[in-house]
């Protein structure tokens, strides 16, 4: 099993659409989580950041971490064109003394015009 | 630049080539990371330096892989006798060291091994 598990997609929703982007996650002991944009032939960006439980909201973006289910999810409102992307779910491991993300498989989301 | 950089940003090499990637992160960033990204994959974790002391490989696929950060700055990553499975992407991210996950990737080097 994989620590971070998410669905590869594609994903096709119409412009103005609400999307809904998820992974789970297996170990309880995991507290950082980050949602990461891929666009094609780029590298990764950070999109949000969350600690623990709860929400974060930062403009159309909010993500959500539910850790009594190990539920991560990213909602996108009023959906763009230019938010077609990867979508990469990531934790932070904290026991290695550094930064060591583990990234989910991520969710390719393509928006209509 | 202000971002990071790598080179090339494709690759194209035989089986058996020896190939060589560069990485110029961000300026000031303690913190280096590779990371490899297989087609339809996430980023998979290789190796981190905090300035020039690889802290941490356990993430190399064997011992044809190979990485230095001599002078804290630039990283090479090196591949020797390339196979068929090495053909992926090749991330480098930077950042300050801390704890935020808050990495900034380059745009990777695309490796084709024929």
């Known amino acids: 099993q994989k620590e971070v598990e998410q669905d590869p997609g594609p994903l096709s929703v119409p412009e103005g659409a609400i999307v809904s982007l998820n992974c789970t996650y297996s170990?309880?002991?995991?507290?950082?989580f980050m949602w990461y944009r891929q666009y094609s032939r780029k590298g990764p960006e950070l999109l949000m950041y969350?600690?623990?439980?709860g929400n974060k909201e930062d403009g159309r973006f909010t993500a959500q971490v539910d850790k009594s289910s190990k539920y991560i999810s990213l909602f996108i409102r009023d959906s763009q064109p230019s938010d077609s992307a990867t979508y990469l779910c990531?934790?932070?491991?904290?026991?290695?003394?550094?930064?060591?993300?583990?990234f989910g498989t991520g969710t390719r989301l393509l928006v209509s015009p | 630049g202000a971002g990071v950089s790598q080179s090339p940003r494709y690759k194209v090499a035989k089986r058996g080539q020896d190939v060589a990637l560069r990485c110029d992160p961000i300026?000031?960033?303690?913190?280096l990371f590779w990371y490899q990204q297989a087609l339809g994959q996430g980023p998979e974790f290789l190796t981190y330096?905090?300035?020039?002391?690889?802290?941490?490989k356990s993430g190399l696929p064997s011992d044809r892989f190979f990485a230095e950060r001599p002078e804290g700055s630039v990283s090479t990553l090196k591949i020797q006798r390339t196979q068929q499975e090495d053909s992926a992407v090749y991330l480098c991210?930077?950042?300050?060291?801390?704890?935020?996950?808050?990495?900034?990737f380059g745009e990777g080097s695309r490796l084709t091994v024929l």
């Open positions: 991210a930077s950042s300050f060291l801390g704890y935020t996950g808050e990495l900034f």
């Open positions: 170990n309880s002991a995991f507290q950082y």
């Open positions: 969350t600690y623990s439980s």
């Open positions: 990531a934790t932070l491991l904290m026991n290695t003394g550094f930064q060591k993300l583990v």
């Open positions: 300026s000031g960033h303690v913190s």
């Open positions: 330096f905090q300035n020039e002391a690889q802290l941490d």
